[in-house]
């Protein structure tokens, strides 16, 4: 004969290990449904991705460097202009 309390703690472990089960996949669910209302609410507020603000952020560094160089290009004129026209009084 099977002993009760064996039975017993058979069965509890089994709804131990039903419910481990199913809190896995409430939390995977509870995963899903959490990252869809966090991009929805990023889309929502026009948040950039990563990637596309590293894609930005090196053109803008491109950019940066070409002003700097037209400005040097600038000065270096407007010092050789005032040179000549004070050769020119």
Do not use: Y
């Not at 199913?22 to 929502?44: C, M, P, R, Y």
């Not at 940066?64 to 202009?81: A, F, G, M, T």
């Amino acid at each position: 004969m099977v002993d009760p309390r064996s039975k017993f703690f058979n069965n509890i472990a089994e709804l131990i290990s039903n419910t481990a089960g199913a809190a896995s996949g409430v939390k995977k669910e509870i995963d899903v449904i959490v990252k869809s209302q966090v991009e929805k609410l990023l889309n929502d507020f026009e948040v950039v991705q990563r990637d596309e603000f590293d894609a930005m952020k090196e053109m803008l560094i491109k950019e940066r460097e070409k002003n700097d160089k037209l400005e040097e290009k600038i000065n270096s004129l407007e010092k050789l202009i005032k040179k000549h026209n004070k050769a020119i009084k």
